[in-house]
């Protein structure tokens, strides 16, 4: 079954850090690139991250530049996003996602999406 | 940043009808669109890319028109699972962006 699953979310100070996680599935995880999108009710979906397929390239948003790190492991298909300098306005529900392209062609579109992970930056 | 400006933001009409939503970008983003459609709970799903091309398994009552600035996605006859919130996105141009969404609601 072709599938992502997220984990990893919870409720954090400002200020602290937190590691999503996505477990891949059901298709060859080392041909894709993935991105990482984030959903609040007020801002709507917001990309986040890209990290090309063999790990080597990555992009970030700007307002999360520094602070959150994506990565991979190919070996056990699995996804990540370091998450350190938490603020509040980053509390959102974090998607992985796979990329539409195959390998190194990068579409910036979203084919595959996991259920979600929430995260609650709060004091 | 290029900014996607979706309307109605909703959308009241009864089953079997035509729905039409639209999708403005503060600049040209040439086909450089898609359209996804999200259920209450649920993550996105990729509906339409290159502003026309539909994903793998849509139906075709879903389809696509566009290009530079202005879009437009049309349902050509609604069935009850297609009540759902839309969003458009580009990626012309880093960072990738989408619009606010349209929600397509039972009148």
């Known amino acids: 079954q072709v599938q992502l699953v997220e984990s990893g979310g919870g409720v954090v100070q400002p200020g602290k850090s937190l590691r999503l996680s996505c477990a891949a599935s059901g298709f060859s995880f080392s041909n894709y690139a993935m991105h990482w999108v984030r959903q609040t009710p007020g801002k709507g979906l917001e990309w986040v991250a890209l990290?090309?397929?063999?790990?080597?390239?990555?992009y970030y948003l700007e307002s999360i530049r520094g602070r959150f790190t994506i990565s991979r492991d190919n070996s056990n298909n699995i996804l990540y996003l370091q998450m350190k300098s938490l603020r509040v306005e980053d509390t959102a529900i974090y998607y992985c996602?796979?990329?539409?392209?195959?390998?190194?062609?990068?579409?910036?579109?979203?084919?595959?999406w996991g259920q979600g992970t929430p995260v609650t930056v709060s004091s | 940043e290029i900014v996607l400006t979706q309307s109605p933001a909703t959308l009241s009409l009864s089953p079997g009808e035509r729905a039409t939503l639209s999708c403005r970008a503060s600049?040209?983003?040439?086909?450089?669109l898609a359209w996804y459609q999200q259920k209450h709970g649920q993550a996105p799903r990729l509906l339409i890319y290159d502003a026309s091309t539909r994903a793998t398994g849509i139906p075709d009552r879903f389809s696509g028109s566009g290009s530079g600035t202005d879009f437009t996605l049309t349902i050509s006859s609604l069935e009850p699972e297609d009540f759902a919130v839309y969003y458009c996105?580009?990626?012309?141009?880093?960072?990738?962006?989408f619009g606010g969404g349209t929600k397509v609601e039972v009148k």
């Open positions: 600049q040209r983003v040439s086909s450089h």
């Open positions: 996105q580009q990626r012309n141009k880093w960072p990738l962006t």
């Open positions: 996602a796979r990329e539409h392209g195959w390998q190194q062609l990068v579409l910036g579109y979203f084919q595959l």
């Open positions: 990290i090309s397929f063999d790990g080597n390239s990555n």
